[in-house]
T-cell receptor, first 112, second 111 residues
Framework: NAGVTQTPKFRVLKTGQSMTLLCAQD?????MYWYRQDPGMGLRLIHY???????AKGEVPDGYNVSRLKKQNFLLGLESAAPSQTSVYFC???????????FGQGTRLTVV | SQQGEEDPQALSIQEGENATMNCSYK?????LQWYRQNSGRGLVHLIL?????REKHSGRLRVTLDTSKKSSSLLITASRAADTASYFC???????????FGKGTKLSVIP
């Protein structure tokens, strides 16, 4: 039982490049979330999804897009990366009862 | 803006002492959850307290919730060096599917 898996674990991008981060969960959870974590800022919610085919904006959505074409996958896209998007990104999922969330191991992204 | 805010930002104690950290939130909640993060890792769920509960225990953890003050506290008793980590409170507003966190409390337990 893998839980929540994030791909890739590390990535270095040049300013203006695009990339997609993949989050996969095998717990049949309804809700999925993308966060970014910066020093001194805690976790900030970027986007979230309450089910297949649905997405919604969180606290800091600008510069990111998401898609949830399959229930088990939640993709986070950066269309034109900026140095301000250098961060550690975490994905999480939880069930319809909205109790505990399960987190992935994180993706460390550096934009140069 | 972030729903929850933890206090203090950093806490340093000796092994065997108790550690108390607090969380304040802004809107009515369904439940409040506490998580732990070891350096560089994802968050791990510790304990959940529902809006109609006032206190909950799990092993060395004790959580309280005061909905009138929109605050919660996490007490770790008889701390160990292995408890060194950052602790976050997470909450969902009533009727909301979002799960938001504060900036966390960084706990250091000195052997």
């Amino acid at each position: 039982n893998a839980g929540v898996t994030q791909t890739p674990k590390f990535r270095v991008l040049k300013t203006g490049q695009s990339m997609t981060l993949l989050c996969a969960q095998d717990m049949n959870h309804e809700y999925m979330y993308w966060y970014r974590q910066d020093p001194g800022m805690g976790l900030r919610l970027i986007h979230y999804s309450v089910g297949e085919g649905t997405t919604a904006k969180g606290e800091v959505p600008d510069g990111y897009n998401v898609s949830r074409l399959k229930k088990q996958n939640f993709l986070l896209g950066l269309e034109s990366a900026a140095p301000s998007q250098t961060s550690v990104y975490f994905c999480a999922s939880r069930g319809a009862s909205r109790t505990e969330a399960f987190f992935g191991q994180g993706t460390r992204l550096t934009v140069v | 803006s972030q729903q929850g805010e933890e206090d203090p930002q950093a806490l340093s104690i000796q092994e065997g002492e108790n550690a108390t950290m607090n969380c304040s939130y802004k809107t009515s909640i369904n439940n409040l959850q506490w998580y732990r993060q070891n350096s560089g890792r994802g968050l791990v769920h510790l304990i959940l307290i529902r809006s109609n509960e006032r206190e909950k225990h799990s092993g060395r953890l004790r959580v309280t919730l005061d909905t009138s003050k929109k605050s919660s506290s996490l007490l770790i008793t008889a701390s160990r060096a292995a408890d060194t980590a950052s602790y976050f409170c997470g909450s969902s507003g009533a009727g909301s599917y979002q799960l938001t966190f504060g900036k966390g409390t960084k706990l250091s337990v000195i052997p």
